[in-house]
């Protein structure tokens, strides 16, 4: 068997100044999430799928896209101020890099016969789903296999992601939780079988 735990944690960082307190990386862990090629830590909170056009009118104004339509997703408004925009992002411990690496494995002979067995996994790590699901072959980019769950009236609080449309999408592909899964893991890494054969000379 082993083990390892790998901590880390920012303890100093330059910052813009007047930085509200929860987009603060100071004390968070030094890793990210890698989105489209960059490294993110920040992430607006997602609170699901909008169902009906009433929720979309009760909820804070989102600023990522031009109209916000049921199915799209809604976000939590961090800061209370009936918008939802930059200043709606938080920083998380979210991060690619998994904090406990594990392994076991058995060595097992019975006349003549011997079996090796090798698991390992990982712990703490996450992942997002964003670069997955919205991308496709089109020209658009967009259309997938992952295209017929996306929300419709219809499916309602079944879908699995948001609507969809060609056009005006910025409100759905923002780094958001929404898209974020976990990359933890455990898997049968190698198996061997063995039979020693005794040849008298």
Do not use: C
């Amino acid at each position: 068997v082993n083990y390892t735990h790998a901590q880390s944690e920012i303890l100093a960082l330059n910052q813009t100044a007047g930085l509200p307190s929860y987009q603060n990386q100071v004390g968070v862990p030094i890793g990210s999430v890698i989105q489209g090629g960059n490294y993110i830590k920040n992430f607006l909170q997602a609170d699901g799928i909008f169902q009906t056009q009433a929720e979309v009118d009760a909820a804070p104004v989102q600023r990522f896209s031009g109209i916000t339509k049921p199915g799209d997703l809604k976000y939590k408004d961090i800061n209370s101020d009936g918008v939802i925009d930059n200043l709606d992002f938080v920083t998380t411990a979210y991060s690619d890099v998994p904090t406990d690496y594990f392994g076991f494995g058995s060595n097992m002979s019975y006349k003549g016969f011997d079996i090796s067995i090798v698991f390992q996994g990982v712990k703490g790590r996450t992942i997002q789903i964003n670069d997955l699901i919205n991308s496709g072959s089109n020209s658009n980019g967009y259309i997938n296999q992952f295209s017929a769950d996306s929300w419709t009236v219809a499916k309602g609080t079944s879908a699995l992601y948001p609507r969809m449309t060609l056009t005006d999408r910025g409100n759905n592909t923002q780094n958001s939780t929404f898209w974020l899964r976990s990359g933890d893991f455990i898997r049968l890494k190698s198996v061997e079988f063995g039979y020693i054969f005794l040849i008298k000379w």
